[in-house]
C-alpha cells in the first residue's frame, strides 16, 4: 500500500527526543552497532545517572535511553564520548552491517566500511535532510542485513564486488568495493531528489527503479546482471562462543528484549573490547582470548546474558508496551516475560493456531514470536511470527502464514 506522508519526520534522537508516556526517550545511533569499551561505559553511566537505568537495543542496532531527565547533559556526555559527532545529522546515520564481519565469515569486511560511510553522510549537508527512517545497510554476503529491508545498501557478491541493493531487493547493478561507499551516498543524494514527502525508498512510486536508472545515468563503471540475487529475512542471532578467522573468540549473547541493564553494560565494557550491537537486540564481544571469554560467560551468564542458542529469550520480542507507550493496553514486557519464566514459550514445535479472548497467562506459543500492546504491532522483526497482540478482550494469537 503506498502512504503518502503529510505528518514531519518524528523520528527521536539525543537533541529531540521523543515524548513517550513515561517520559522522555533519547534514541543513539550506532553505526554499523560499533562501540569502543568507553563509549559502552559512557552509555552506562548516562542510563543510569540521567535515565531508567538501562540501555535498549533497537532493531536498527542503535541504543535509546528512557525516561531521560536531562536531555542537555546527555548530549554533552555523549559527544565526549563521540557518540554524537553531529548535530546537523546525528539523526541520519542509521547504518546496519553484518555484526561478525572482519572476524567470522563473510566473503568481505564490510564493517570496514562503516567509518567511512558515517563520515560520508556527515560530510554533505544536503544528506542531514534524509529522513530519520533511511536506512542503510551493508551486508558481508552470509545474507544476514540485506534481508532486512533497509532502503540503500550493498551486498558483497565475492571478495571485490557488491549487489546495489535498493529497498531490500537486488538492482541488478555490481559496484567494486572501491566504489561501494561513494555509490551509496550518490544514492542517497539520489533518493533525496525522488523522494517527494516520502520517508523510505519503497514508499515512492518506482522508487528503486527509478533510483537505479538514476545511479546508471549519472555514474560511470556500473556493471549491471540479469541474475538478481534472492534475499530474504534471516533469523540468525550469532549467539555464544565464536571463534575469530584469528583464533581470537566472539561472543554472542542475547539482551532479553532488548535491555541491557545498565550494571552489566559496565561488565561488558569492563572487558575493553570492542562491542558490536546487533539488530536482533543482542550484542557481540570481541577480540578476546579464551581465558577472557570463559570469565565473561562466568560472570555475565547469570547476570541475564543469553549465550545458550535455545534459550526460548531467543524466540521473543516485544514493543514497548504499558508504561512507555500511552496506547498499550498491559504491560506486555512483563507478560511476555512470565511466559518465558513459566515455559510457555515453546522454542520448536506445531505452529500456534489462532485464538483470541486469552488472559496473559493462557498464552502458550511456539517459535518466533512478537508481543504487542496494542494492534499496531511495533518492532515486529520481519519473516515467519506469529504475533501475539494485547486487546481489549485478552490476547489475540495471529499464526504465522
Ligand atoms: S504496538 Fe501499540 S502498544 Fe506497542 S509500542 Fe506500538 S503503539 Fe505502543
Request: hydrophobic content about 45%; aromatic content about 4%; charged content about 20%.
Amino acid at each position: 500500500m503506498m502512504t503518502s506522508r503529510t505528518d514531519p519526520d518524528s523520528c527521536p534522537g539525543v537533541l529531540r527526543t521523543h515524548e513517550a508516556a513515561d517520559g522522555p526517550l533519547a534514541r543513539i545511533r550506532v553505526p554499523g552497532g560499533r562501540l569502543a569499551p568507553d563509549q559502552v561505559q559512557a552509555l552506562a553511566a548516562a542510563a543510569q545517572d540521567l535515565a531508567d537505568g538501562n540501555i535498549e537495543l533497537t532493531s536498527r542496532g542503535n541504543v535509546q535511553l528512557r525516561q531521560v531527565r536531562d536531555a542537555a547533559a546527555l548530549g554533552e556526555r555523549l559527544t565526549a564520548a563521540g557518540l554524537l559527532p553531529s548535530a546537523s545529522h546525528e539523526r541520519v546515520r542509521n547504518i546496519v552491517a553484518s555484526p561478525l564481519s572482519g572476524r567470522v565469515g563473510g566473503w568481505t569486511d564490510v564493517q570496514a566500511l562503516v567509518p567511512a560511510l558515517d563520515a560520508g553522510l556527515r560530510a554533505a549537508a544536503r544528506l542531514a535532510d534524509l529522513p530519520g527512517r533511511v536506512l542503510f545497510t551493508l551486508d558481508d554476503g552470509r545474507g544476514d542485513i540485506s534481508g532486512l529491508h533497509g532502503d540503500i545498501g550493498v551486498h558483497a557478491v565475492d571478495e571485490n564486488t557488491y549487489a546495489v541493493v535498493l529497498a531490500g531487493r537486488d538492482s541488478g547493478v555490481r559496484v567494486g568495493a572501491a566504489e561501494a561507499v561513494d555509490l551509496m551516498l550518490a544514492a542517497a543524494h539520489g533518493f533525496l531528489e525522488l523522494r517527494g514527502e516520502q520517508w523510505r525508498l519503497h514508499e515512492v512510486p518506482d522508487g528503486p527503479a527509478r533510483l537505479t536508472d538514476h545511479l546508471l545515468a549519472t555514474r560511470t563503471g556500473l556493471d549491471t546482471t540479469a541474475e538478481p540475487l534472492e534475499i530474504a529475512a534471516h533469523h540468525d542471532i550469532p549467539i555464544g562462543w565464536l571463534t575469530q578467522a584469528d583464533d581470537r573468540v566472539a561472543l554472542g549473547a542475547g539482551v532479553p528484549l532488548g535491555s541491557l541493564p545498565a550494571r552489566t553494560a559496565e561488565f561488558l565494557a569492563a572487558v575493553e573490547r570492542p562491542l558490536i550491537v546487533t539488530p536482533w537486540r543482542s550484542v557481540v564481544l570481541t577480540d578476546m582470548d579464551e581465558w577472557v571469554a570463559e570469565q565473561v560467560v562466568r560472570v555475565l551468564a547469570p547476570m541475564g546474558l543469553i549465550f545458550d542458542a535455545n534459550s526460548p529469550w531467543l524466540q521473543v520480542s516485544a514493543c514497548a508496551g504499558m508504561p512507555g507507550c500511552a496506547k498499550s493496553l498491559t504491560d506486555v514486557r512483563a507478560d511476555v516475560a512470565e511466559a518465558v519464566h513459566t515455559g510457555r514459550v515453546i522454542i520448536e514445535g506445531t505452529p500456534q493456531s489462532a485464538l483470541e479472548g486469552l488472559d496473559a497467562g493462557q498464552v502458550v506459543a511456539a517459535g518466533r514470536q512478537h508481543w504487542s500492546g496494542c494492534d499496531r504491532r511495533c518492532g515486529r522483526p520481519r519473516g515467519a511470527v506469529t504475533d501475539i497482540i494485547a486487546t481489549a478482550d485478552g490476547y489475540r494469537i495471529v499464526p504465522s502464514s
